[in-house]
């Protein structure tokens, strides 16, 4: 930049006096076109900037762009590279501040407003704090997102089958996406219809429980997941089956007894190979 000392004074002191929200340790695009603006302000109108001098000022801008679009493009080729991959990241634990480590196979990955995230035990993790990738078993690299594509946006049949109990049911619902869990592919199936029973409560919601129907509002309207114990009944043999699921209510409906007579809930993670029809 082409200034006088009390010209770049100025500059400086207006720039980092600027209201808007800014990194101090990091200068990014906007940074750059921001100190270009308030350097334009102050120059001298006897002496302003060269067309040469603007041109070359702009001229890095545009690299810099293009480094950060690079490193973005960069980051999305090494998330992807790492699902089903166990790995350890170092984050900031969000009630105390502290760093902390979280450790985990990589499920997913999310790209939102310009950053990459993967998502490892539910938990999106900003790429650039994972700080070691570990090869996993030869069993666990057998199952591949890819063998399964063909199920996202299909209407399907599956059997959900409970871990602690072994119970299984038949839901049917909507495969929204694909996750690839400790070795295993597993289908996100939305829009599922179910009974439900009971719900599961933890400390908190059970402190501040009122009845089942308040409950699954909130739960409702906040999107918030709820684990609760539904119910599927054979009619011809005569049994029933109790599974324990985990999802997002979307409706429910209740009679006049305070039971629930359907509910639908999204988000149900179930393996892949359980699909047993695709319609």
Avoid: C, H, W
């Avoid at 929200?21 to 060269?50: A, C, H, I, S």
């Avoid at 993967?118 to 993790?125: E, L, Q, R, T, W």
């Avoid at 599956?158 to 602690?164: C, L, P």
């Amino acid at each position: 930049m082409s200034t006088t000392p009390v010209q770049g004074q100025k500059i400086v002191e207006e720039y980092f006096t600027m209201p808007a929200k800014r990194n101090p340790g990091n200068l990014g695009k906007d940074d750059f076109l921001n100190l270009l603006v308030t350097q334009l302000k102050y120059q001298d109108p006897l002496k302003p900037m060269e067309d040469k001098e603007f041109i070359a000022q702009m001229a890095q801008f545009s690299s810099l762009e293009q480094m950060q679009n690079m490193n973005a493009t960069f980051n999305s080729i090494k998330a992807f590279s790492m699902i089903g991959k166990e790995v350890l990241a170092t984050i900031k634990d969000e009630e105390s501040g502290e760093l902390k480590e979280v450790s985990g196979v990589v499920e997913s990955v999310k790209l939102a407003k310009g950053k990459t995230y993967a998502v490892i035990n539910g938990k999106d993790v900003l790429v650039d704090d994972i700080t070691d990738v570990f090869d996993t078993p030869p069993m666990e690299q057998s199952a591949r997102i890819t063998d399964f594509t063909d199920l996202i946006n299909k209407n399907v049949t599956a059997a959900f089958i409970d871990g602690d109990t072994l119970d299984s049911i038949n839901i049917t619902g909507d495969v929204s996406s694909l996750s690839l869990i400790n070795g295993t592919v597993y289908s996100i199936i939305d829009n599922v219809e179910v009974m439900i029973e009971d719900v599961l409560l933890n400390e908190e919601e059970k402190a501040n429980f009122v009845d089942l129907q308040t409950y699954l509002e909130e739960k409702m309207q906040s999107g918030e997941e709820i684990t609760a114990l539904v119910m599927t009944k054979d009619i011809e043999n005569n049994t029933e089956s109790k599974v324990t699921v985990t999802g997002v209510l979307k409706d429910f409906e209740i009679n006049e007894d305070g039971e629930v007579v359907s509910a639908v809930i999204s988000g149900i993670k179930t393996p892949a190979n359980n699909i047993m029809s695709i319609r």
